[in-house]
Structures are given as C-alpha cells and as structure tokens.
C-alpha cells in the first residue's frame, strides 16, 4: 500500500515544477506567502515548510525588499526525503502525544519528581544556549519517565532528537535560534504546577498552551527574511530619528 505524499511535499513539488518549466526563472518573484496559502489552501505552517524545503534545495531564497526569489542553483543540494519531517509536524505531533503524557503523569507524580522538575526550570535561564536546551529537553523526559511506561519514555525521546536528524527541522529551529528563540520558563513552571496540582485536565492543557506558543513562535520566527528585514529597519529609521530629535530639542 502506498503512502500519500506530505501536503508540504506536494506544494513544495508543485512550485519546483513550475521553476524547472520555466514559469518562473532565476530572479523572478515568488507569489506572497498569503497568495501562495490561498493558491495550495493550505495552512501556515504547511505552506512555510513547503518554503523551506525549497530554500534547502537551493531553489528559492528570501531577500530584503524583493520577497522570495528563485534562484540560479536549483538542482545542486541533495533532495528532499519522501520521510522528512518537519518542525511543525514534530511540534503538533508532541502537542498530541505531550498531552496525554503530562496528564497521565499529573496522577502520579511524587514531591521529590517535582522538585526535580523545578530544578531544571531554573536550569532553562542558563546563559548558555545549550544547557539551557538540554534542560528543556530533560524536563519533557522527566515528565514521560514519571508514567513508569517505557514506551512513552521512548516516544518523547524520539520525537525530541528527531529534530536533530532532520534536516528540514533543523533550518526552521535554526532561524528560530537565530531571532532569539529562549526557552519559555513561564510555560514550563504552569505545566510544573499543574502537576503539582495532580490535575490531569490542567496538565495536559498546560503543555498544549506550551506546544501551541511554540508553534507561534516558529511562525514568527520564519516569516519571510525581508519582512523581518524591513521591520528592523524601520526600528532603526525611528530610533535615529529619535536621537535627532533629542539633539535639537537639546540645542535649542
């Protein structure tokens, strides 16, 4: 029996195409994203890994001002995997899988699991990046390894590393680590407290309020370089244009 293709894939194939037919050729623009959504009706999140996936294959590139450009070098990176899978899959399959975890632990969980969690929440404000992420990534296991099911210990684990086996989960995490993304200590200390309560119902809400905030932040974190390009610059247009007027206003 054969497996239907990834939507993102299919839309990803779609605009390849019309590259490799000459519909678009090396310098035009893109569509915008929203014209592109409403073309595929398609979400976001689907749409934005379609995007990504190309930019990994060489074939678009986002540029300030301009928006997506295709590019001179389609063909000269290695394909994508039928079985890629990427950040938003991962977060909306932890989102599922995360929940029930979290409310099953909330039954279960003992004082002395709690203060370990506690002290890895404290462990996310580290100033280095990677403890910081280790932390994170040990607070999500410790709540599975509360459940005493080894199976599930496994899954949260699988799911976790999976972003470091995926290439196109790595691009999206990777500008989202470039625009700042921190760990969310406030998300982490509700699902702690929520545990803490020993309320399933909130638990598992908790963790979806988490995986629901992530999610918005990888969107954010992958809107169109030139977009993010632009804003930046009008910041710094009216922050020099600020210290102008506190310039005059102090000479006179």
Request: hydrophobic share 45%; with cysteine.
């Amino acid at each position: 029996m054969s497996v239907s293709k990834k939507l993102y894939r299919q839309i990803a194939d779609s605009i390849a195409a019309d590259i490799d037919s000459g519909r678009y050729k090396p310098g035009d623009r893109l569509p915008t994203e929203r014209d592109l959504a409403v073309q595929f009706g398609v979400s976001r999140p689907t749409l934005r890994e379609a995007l990504i996936a190309l930019e990994i294959l060489g074939m678009i590139e986002a540029k300030h001002g301009l928006g997506i450009l295709v590019t001179e070098n389609k063909g000269k990176a290695a394909p994508i995997s039928d079985s890629e899978i990427g950040a938003f899959e991962l977060i909306e399959a932890r989102r599922l899988f995360e929940g029930e975890v979290a409310a099953m632990a909330a039954t279960l969980v003992h004082d002395d699991q709690i203060a370990e969690l506690e002290k890895l929440v404290l462990s996310m404000d580290d100033p280095d990046p990677a403890k910081a992420e280790a932390a994170d990534r040990e607070f999500h296991i410790s709540i599975a390894n509360i459940t005493g099911n080894g199976a599930m210990v496994a899954c949260v684990e699988n799911l976790w590393d999976w972003r470091y086996r995926s290439p196109l989960a790595k691009a999206i995490l990777a500008r989202a680590a470039d625009l700042g993304m921190k760990q969310r200590i406030d998300e982490h200390t509700g699902i702690m407290n929520a545990l803490k309560a020993r309320s399933s119902v909130q638990a598992r809400q908790a963790m979806h309020d988490h995986m629901d905030r992530v999610i918005d932040h990888l969107l954010n974190a992958t809107e169109v370089l030139a977009v993010e390009n632009a804003k930046q610059a009008c910041h710094d247009r009216r922050k020099a244009m600020s210290r102008r007027f506190k310039a005059l206003s102090a000479s006179g």
